[in-house]
């Protein structure tokens, strides 16, 4: 692959991950409402999800699903539904919130690192981009095939975690410095609301 190559690969994976999402909103939530750690967790899981899309693009798997609506539709209302019990959940974690630091020691890692992988992973739409992203960069390399495509991705998945985890790092470093009525709309009811939009908006989302 040549450099020019590599550098417009890198800007179109950068531009893709701040692209606002159930991805980008599950990571703010989060940091929002539990700190930074929680964030990083989250992040983690979510590099973990949209990597089997990955391994699932590269091996043909993904163009299969593709071509199966009924499977692309089960997927596509889990992650719906999971995506509303996220949103339902924030509104019902009030205790929780109202002690936020940002780093918090006592945070579950597995829960967060859970929610950021089934977030990823229940998202058909991944799968699909991945189909119409991946190919188009190689034609510019000599052998392409499951390993090229992989490391592909992958360069994806790295500025994934760049880009996520350095908007961890701001959404709980400010949310610490909100205070009152304020922290609780930032932690908790804006987040919630928009999870639940995005999961009712791929709820009706045609195939």
Not at 111 to 124: C, E, H, K, S, T
Request: proline share 4%.
């Amino acid at each position: 692959m040549s450099p020019d190559s590599f550098i417009l690969l890198v800007v179109a994976c950068l531009a893709v991950n701040l692209t606002p999402g159930p991805s980008v909103l599950l990571v703010t939530s989060v940091s929002a409402a539990r700190g930074f750690k929680a964030g990083v967790f989250a992040v983690l899981g979510m590099t973990a999800g949209a990597f089997v899309h990955v391994v699932l693009a590269a091996s043909g798997v993904a163009a299969a699903l593709a071509t199966a609506p009924l499977a692309f539709t089960i997927v596509q209302y889990l992650g719906a539904a999971y995506l509303i019990y996220l949103g339902i959940d924030l509104f019902r974690g009030k205790r929780e919130i109202a002690k936020t630091a940002f780093y918090q020691d006592g945070v579950n890692g597995w829960q967060y690192f859970r929610r950021g992988l089934l977030v990823d992973a229940l998202n058909p739409k991944i799968a699909l981009f991945f189909l119409a992203f991946i190919p188009q960069f190689l034609t510019s390399v000599e052998n392409p095939g499951f390993l090229i495509s992989l490391a592909l991705g992958s360069i994806f998945l790295v500025t994934g975690v760049v880009v996520n985890g350095s908007l961890a790092w701001l959404v709980a470093a400010g949310t610490t410095r909100a205070q009152g009525r304020s922290q609780e709309w930032l932690q908790r009811w804006i987040p919630g609301s928009v999870l639940i939009f995005l999961g009712l908006r791929l709820l009706w989302q045609e195939n």
